[in-house]
């Protein structure tokens, strides 16, 4: 192994925050879990939305009779046919300075929202933020959907989680009215508050144009 690639193995993947519109998303994942190898009803109704059909028409994937017949996979897939409209790849959401503190955090696997799950305790509002926090860390994890496809994409492609703008709100709430406690054994003194604080400026942004927020990771 070179020493490059032994740079990229022990390099924490980077954490983007985008926009979503998960009424797509869930037209997506429904065709990809039924009947995936023949026109089923799911496929129809996810080619029936034109920004869709659009999205795939100009990558030259036209004349769909089955799954196979879209040759992007699944994580690809589904990220590339959630993007909000249809005018090509979104602005990651947060400021400059949140994009960069929240993308590859200084600490376990570098995903911020691993950090709020370790050390947020389950007192008062925890137990709520704790598991609202985890559609949009582990949405996408095998336990939900039986495979691992989702986070094994093509290029390093990785979808973690998404919530829909009605979640993204209650997870907005739930940060903002502060009724969360932090452990005492928290690694970085207000380091919790501080991906907090980033996250509701990420969600903020998301909800005010009616998305939902997707979280991926990517080397």
Same mark, same amino acid.
């Given at each position: 192994?070179?020493?490059?690639?032994?740079?990229?193995?022990?390099?924490?993947?980077?954490?983007?925050?985008?926009?979503?519109?998960?009424?797509?998303?869930?037209?997506?994942?429904?065709?990809?879990?039924?009947?995936?190898?023949?026109?089923?009803?799911?496929?129809?109704?996810?080619?029936?939305?034109?920004?869709?059909?659009?999205?795939?028409?100009?990558?030259?994937?036209?004349?769909?009779?089955?799954?196979?017949?879209?040759?992007?996979?699944?994580?690809?897939?589904?990220?590339?046919?959630?993007?909000?409209?249809?005018?090509?790849?979104?602005?990651?959401?947060?400021?400059?300075?949140?994009?960069?503190? &929240? +993308?590859?955090? $200084?600490?376990?696997?570098? @995903?911020? %929202?691993?950090? !709020?799950?370790?050390?947020?305790?389950?007192?008062?509002?925890?137990?709520?933020?704790?598991?609202?926090?985890?559609?949009?860390?582990?949405?996408?994890?095998?336990?939900?959907?039986?495979?691992?496809?989702?986070?094994?994409?093509?290029?390093?492609?990785?979808? &973690? +989680?998404?919530? $829909?703008?009605?979640?993204? @709100?209650? %997870?907005?709430? !739930?940060?903002?009215?502060?009724?969360?406690?932090?452990?005492?054994?928290?690694?970085?003194?207000?380091?919790?508050?501080?991906?907090?604080?980033?996250?509701?400026?990420?969600?903020?942004?998301?909800?005010?144009?009616?998305?939902?927020?997707?979280?991926?990771?990517?080397?």
């Amino acid at each position: 192994m070179s020493s490059l690639d032994e740079w990229l193995a022990a390099t924490t993947p980077f954490h983007t925050f985008e926009s979503c519109d998960v009424a797509k998303l869930n037209l997506v994942l429904a065709a990809i879990t039924e009947a995936p190898d023949s026109q089923s009803e799911a496929l129809t109704e996810m080619l029936k939305h034109p920004e869709i059909s659009e999205r795939l028409e100009s990558q030259g994937i036209t004349d769909i009779t089955g799954r196979d017949d879209i040759s992007w996979d699944n994580a690809t897939l589904a990220w590339l046919c959630s993007l909000p409209n249809n005018s090509g790849l979104p602005k990651p959401l947060g400021s400059d300075k949140a994009r960069e503190r &929240l +993308g590859r955090y $200084s600490w376990g696997d570098g @995903n911020p %929202l691993s950090y !709020l799950s370790e050390f947020v305790t389950p007192l008062d509002d925890g137990e709520e933020l704790l598991a609202s926090i985890d559609l949009l860390a582990n949405r996408f994890a095998a336990k939900n959907f039986g495979h691992d496809e989702f986070r094994t994409g093509s290029g390093g492609m990785c979808l &973690l +989680g998404y919530q $829909s703008v009605d979640e993204a @709100n209650e %997870l907005r709430r !739930l940060l903002t009215k502060g009724k969360w406690a932090v452990s005492s054994e928290e690694i970085y003194d207000g380091g919790a508050r501080e991906i907090a604080k980033h996250l509701i400026v990420v969600l903020r942004q998301a909800t005010s144009k009616g998305w939902g927020v997707l979280l991926r990771a990517h080397k």
